[in-house]
């Protein structure tokens, strides 16, 4: 898994396969929040276009897998 991408088509797939993979109970919550964390914190700009999610990168990932990248990022940000 690469860290930083320069294609939003990339990098919203890669999102997506991480909570797909958590949605089918192969990796633990635990987990997945780690491999979205590194992701996010490697392309913040990418992915966050003023506090919102990109629309580019929301439409690849539909609106259940953007609600739970969103709540880890916040949980995460929180801390």
């Given amino acids: 898994m690469r860290a930083v991408y320069r294609n ?3 990098l919203a ?6 909570v797909d993979t958590y ?3 192969l990796i633990s919550y635990e987990k997945m ?3 979205i964390m590194k992701i996010v914190d490697a ?3 990418s992915i ?8 580019k990168i929301a439409n690849v990932l539909g609106d259940e897998r953007v ?4 709540k880890v990022v916040e ?5």
């Fill in 8 to 10: 939003p088509r990339e």
């Fill in 13 to 18: 797939t890669c999102l997506k396969d991480i």
């Fill in 23 to 25: 949605n089918d109970d």
């Fill in 33 to 35: 929040e780690e491999r």
């Fill in 43 to 45: 392309n913040r700009d």
């Fill in 48 to 55: 966050y276009k003023e506090k919102a999610m990109s629309v």
């Fill in 67 to 70: 609600e739970v990248i969103n």
């Fill in 75 to 79: 949980s995460k940000a929180g801390q």
